[in-house]
């Protein structure tokens, strides 16, 4: 199907064509068919988005001046005219990333529950009095940050912004917003939802471009207060340096190898189930994915035959005309790196059980089958480094702390899965393991309430929950002498 959605940048509410005339070319990872061709921003493209930003949320302006129920009134409305739009975004957002309709779908629906979540923040973002010497009294306030830039990965690319632009919008800030040049579209629905429920001018701006030109102006630009970052762990160390420029807060939301922690008292049909979702789910490509599966030593055969036998079933394909559950990954690019991992892990000695390959009956498309692997020891790069595809690495663990040992011994720190029905041991591994989120018998799982991040080179701030309305506030202290 044509691609008939937005096409231009969106700054100071208008509808523009770059400056430079550059465009960017988008392919549809199922069929490596051409889909979209949208505006490119450059450099000068993005100091005008921040500087309409800017006027935005200045003092006087009509955002800056907006009741918080008025305020509350547009987000719901952004919500509502995102729901509006649910199916055109998921069938657009599958042709640009490759995900299947259904996956596509999931993500549409978070953002409307994170906007309606954050719609009813408007109003609760309170100060506090401060105890002070006689005679005094002593307050804070909660204000907007200013302009906050949103720089979002391809994996989960409308989730991703509206996770982030939601809050930032609920606490009276301005938006830009800067998606990968490899899936721009879904982003330029924010523009039209705004255009639609009547944000003022420069509230949301959305500017597609390269990551190094783009990505780097925005970060670096004087005026932005804060920047938002979702991606690797190698390109948020660069967003930190460069937003030391204008000494702007940074939220880093970055890479991640999650382990998956199998007791030998767990349910291993829902373990495996689980374990499913947590590697194969968007082709792999998450941040959160359990990557590495650790399993108790007396469980191991029967887990490695069940997870591989999954693997072997799921059924391949992406777009909308397919039932497919697994689709392409992203680019022949992301293709050929996951591939070179897989070689990689053969050459160091870890035995493929299932996949390992692309699949043969597959004659276009980005397709790598889900991949497992047994016999992994924690030292192979196919366990350190994150692959962000569908590659499972499973590894023997002899007892509790082992397990704990193995768990930690990561670079990342975002997401851990245990699986056990032993209650003091759930609350063991949740103490000890030195991760943002832990799930006990559950797969990577999130909602718009609950604190989303990581510790290590996971990143730092958090997405989410009161959390968020934190980064896009600065607290002002008054002190009257009476
Ligand atoms: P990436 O780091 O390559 O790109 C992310 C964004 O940064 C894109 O918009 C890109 O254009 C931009 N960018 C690239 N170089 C830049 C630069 N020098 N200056 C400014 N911007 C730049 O990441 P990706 O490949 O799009 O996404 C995959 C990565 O994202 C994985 O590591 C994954 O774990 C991580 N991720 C983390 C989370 C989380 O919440 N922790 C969620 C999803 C993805």
Same mark, same amino acid.
């Given at each position: 199907?044509?691609?008939?959605?937005?096409?231009?940048?969106?700054?100071?509410?208008?509808?523009?064509?770059?400056?430079?005339?550059?465009?960017?070319?988008?392919?549809?990872?199922?069929?490596?068919?051409?889909?979209?061709?949208?505006?490119?921003?450059? #450099?000068?493209?993005?100091?005008?988005?921040?500087?309409?930003?800017?006027?935005?949320?200045?003092?006087?302006?009509?955002?800056?001046?907006? !009741?918080?129920?008025?305020?509350? &009134?547009?987000?719901?409305?952004?919500?509502?005219?995102?729901?509006?739009?649910?199916?055109?975004?998921?069938?657009?957002?599958?042709?640009?990333?490759?995900?299947?309709?259904?996956?596509?779908?999931?993500?549409?629906?978070?953002?409307?529950?994170?906007?309606?979540?954050?719609?009813?923040?408007?109003?609760?973002?309170?100060?506090?009095?401060?105890?002070?010497?006689?005679?005094?009294?002593?307050?804070?306030?909660?204000?907007?940050?200013?302009?906050?830039?949103?720089?979002?990965?391809?994996?989960?690319?409308?989730?991703?912004?509206?996770? !982030?632009?939601?809050?930032?919008? #609920?606490?009276?800030?301005?938006?830009?917003?800067?998606?990968?040049?490899?899936?721009?579209?879904?982003?330029?629905?924010?523009?039209?939802?705004?255009?639609?429920?009547?944000?003022?001018?420069?509230?949301? =701006?959305?500017?597609?471009?390269?990551?190094?030109?783009?990505?780097?102006?925005?970060?670096?630009?004087?005026?932005?207060?804060?920047?938002?970052?979702?991606?690797?762990?190698?390109?948020?160390?660069?967003?930190?340096?460069?937003?030391?420029?204008?000494?702007?807060?940074?939220?880093?939301?970055?890479?991640?190898?999650?382990?998956?922690?199998?007791?030998?008292?767990?349910?291993?049909? #829902?373990?495996?189930?689980?374990?499913?979702? *947590?590697?194969?789910?968007?082709?792999?490509?998450?941040?959160?994915?359990?990557?590495?599966?650790?399993?108790?030593?007396?469980?191991?055969?029967?887990?490695?035959?069940?997870?591989?036998?999954?693997? &072997?079933?799921?059924?391949?394909?992406? *777009?909308?005309?397919?039932?497919?559950?697994?689709?392409?990954?992203?680019?022949?690019?992301?293709?050929?790196?996951?591939?070179?991992?897989?070689?990689?892990?053969?050459? &160091? *000695?870890?035995?493929?059980?299932?996949?390992?390959?692309?699949?043969?009956?597959?004659?276009?498309?980005?397709?790598?089958?889900?991949?497992?692997?047994?016999?992994?020891?924690?030292?192979?790069?196919?366990?350190?480094?994150?692959?962000?595809?569908?590659?499972?690495?499973?590894?023997?663990?002899?007892?509790?702390?082992?397990?704990?040992?193995?768990? =930690?011994?990561?670079?990342?720190?975002?997401?851990?899965?245990?699986?056990? =029905?032993?209650?003091?041991?759930?609350?063991?591994?949740?103490?000890?393991?030195?991760?943002?989120?832990?799930?006990? =018998?559950?797969?990577?799982?999130?909602?718009?309430? /609950?604190?989303?991040?990581? /510790?290590?080179?996971?990143?730092?701030?958090?997405?989410?929950?009161?959390?968020?309305?934190?980064?896009?506030?600065?607290?002002?202290?008054?002190?009257?002498?009476?």
């Amino acid at each position: 199907m044509k691609y008939s959605g937005p096409t231009d940048l969106y700054i100071a509410g208008e509808w523009t064509q770059s400056n430079s005339g550059e465009t960017i070319q988008t392919e549809d990872p199922a069929t490596e068919e051409k889909y979209a061709t949208v505006q490119k921003a450059g #450099a000068s493209d993005i100091d005008a988005a921040v500087k309409a930003a800017s006027a935005a949320v200045s003092r006087g302006s009509e955002w800056r001046k907006m !009741s918080p129920d008025k305020r509350r &009134e547009k987000i719901h409305a952004m919500a509502d005219a995102i729901e509006e739009m649910k199916d055109e975004i998921s069938m657009v957002e599958s042709h640009d990333n490759g995900k299947t309709p259904f996956e596509a779908g999931l993500e549409v629906d978070m953002v409307i529950d994170t906007f309606r979540y954050y719609a009813g923040w408007t109003d609760k973002v309170e100060g506090s009095e401060v105890p002070v010497s006689d005679s005094r009294i002593n307050y804070t306030t909660r204000e907007p940050v200013g302009v906050t830039a949103h720089i979002s990965p391809w994996n989960f690319p409308f989730q991703l912004a509206g996770r !982030s632009i939601a809050p930032a919008l #609920a606490t009276g800030n301005s938006v830009v917003l800067k998606p990968s040049s490899m899936t721009p579209l879904s982003a330029l629905y924010y523009a039209k939802a705004a255009e639609e429920v009547g944000l003022p001018s420069g509230v949301i =701006n959305v500017v597609p471009g390269s990551g190094s030109e783009a990505g780097g102006a925005l970060a670096s630009h004087e005026d932005v207060d804060h920047v938002t970052f979702t991606g690797s762990t190698e390109v948020g160390k660069t967003i930190q340096q460069d937003a030391a420029e204008a000494v702007a807060g940074v939220t880093l939301e970055l890479g991640g190898k999650g382990p998956a922690i199998v007791l030998p008292d767990a349910d291993l049909d #829902a373990a495996s189930r689980g374990v499913q979702y *947590g590697i194969f789910m968007n082709a792999g490509q998450m941040c959160w994915a359990n990557s590495r599966l650790l399993v108790h030593e007396d469980v191991y055969d029967e887990m490695v035959e069940k997870i591989s036998s999954i693997a &072997e079933g799921i059924p391949l394909g992406g *777009g909308i005309d397919d039932d497919g559950q697994m689709g392409p990954v992203v680019s022949e690019d992301q293709q050929q790196e996951i591939l070179d991992y897989i070689e990689t892990g053969k050459e &160091e *000695g870890a035995t493929v059980v299932a996949g390992g390959g692309t699949p043969e009956e597959k004659d276009s498309g980005h397709f790598v089958e889900p991949t497992v692997f047994a016999d992994v020891t924690n030292d192979m790069t196919i366990a350190r480094e994150e692959i962000f595809g569908p590659v499972l690495s499973i590894i023997e663990v002899g007892d509790d702390a082992e397990a704990l040992n193995v768990a =930690n011994d990561s670079p990342f720190g975002l997401t851990a899965c245990v699986w056990t =029905n032993d209650l003091s041991r759930a609350h063991t591994f949740a103490d000890q393991l030195d991760y943002g989120m832990v799930m006990v =018998n559950e797969t990577p799982n999130t909602w718009p309430q /609950t604190p989303f991040g990581g /510790t290590k080179q996971s990143g730092h701030g958090r997405a989410q929950g009161e959390m968020a309305i934190n980064e896009y506030t600065e607290v002002k202290n008054v002190h009257i002498k009476l």
